[in-house]
Nanobody, 125 residues
Framework: QVQLEESGGGVVQAGGSQSLSCDYSGRTARPYTLGWFRQVPGKEREFIAATSRGVEYYADSVKGRFTISRDNTRNTVTLQMDSLKPEDKAVYFC????????????????????WGQGTQVTVFL
């Protein structure tokens, strides 16, 4: 079992930056894949970014603006969000998978067995 806890959500002006952190714990073996998803009311959970085997993957909507990074010494995965837009407003979830993924496989939420509770990010004009 892996526990995930997000932090860092809040309110930010469009064009600004926000950093989300996710602490993972609960197993001696580290999760193979870590990812970030987001969700708005009435819509399906959307893939944002993932890191697996030292490779990072991004949704087209955030590529060039968001950066995912993993620190295995601190058991933390971070999502740095720059140039935020109002459409980035959502609840952001951290997720962990027991297996590796690559390319489009990392976008599938069914890969991820463990999920955090989510943290709200609000972007205003």
């Amino acid at each position: 079992q892996v526990q995930l806890e997000e932090s860092g959500g809040g309110v930010v002006q469009a064009g600004g930056s926000q950093s989300l952190s996710c602490d993972y714990s609960g197993r001696t073996a580290r999760p193979y894949t870590l990812g970030w998803f987001r969700q708005v009311p009435g819509k399906e959970r959307e893939f944002i970014a993932a890191t697996s085997r030292g490779v990072e993957y991004y949704a087209d909507s955030v590529k060039g603006r968001f950066t995912i990074s993993r620190d295995n010494t601190r058991n933390t995965v971070t999502l740095q969000m720059d140039s935020l837009k109002p459409e980035d407003k959502a609840v952001y979830f951290c997720a962990a998978a027991d297996g590796y993924c690559k390319r489009i496989g990392c976008r599938d939420s069914r890969l991820y067995r463990y999920w955090g509770q989510g943290t709200q990010v609000t972007v205003f004009l």
